[in-house]
């Protein structure tokens, strides 16, 4: 399959091979709120992506939605959430995304650490 992209205002023809059918491809539920702040990142040449990323449903289980590196964990097992409140930082190809609480909660169990490589998908934390 042949694409074409955009990008800077540079056109590329790019060919694009697919390895699994849609509906054998699970889909995510993922629960994306775009939001412009102040930028908060902490290391020169770095964007921040704010999102409320990965989440399930019921505001549970997040999943991560990105594959990269775990920045910071603001949050440990038992310690209370607002919504919104930021709970990890995640960096992808020099992009931050800033996963926060989708809903008040207490914080249940945390899967990964600062510094731990995070997979698309892999579960990241759980609230009660």
Known sequence: MK???TIDG???EVDVEVLEDEESAPAPNYAWHHATHANNSHAAGSHAQDQSAGWDGEGKICHSPVMGLVIKVNVKPGQTVEA???VLVLEAMKMETNVAA?????VKSVHV???????LNQVLLELE
């Open 3 to 5: 694409l074409q992209i």
């Open 10 to 12: 540079k056109t590329y």
């Open 84 to 86: 919104g409140e930021l």
């Open 102 to 106: 989708p809903r008040a909660a207490t």
């Open 113 to 119: 650490a600062a510094g731990d490589p995070a997979k």
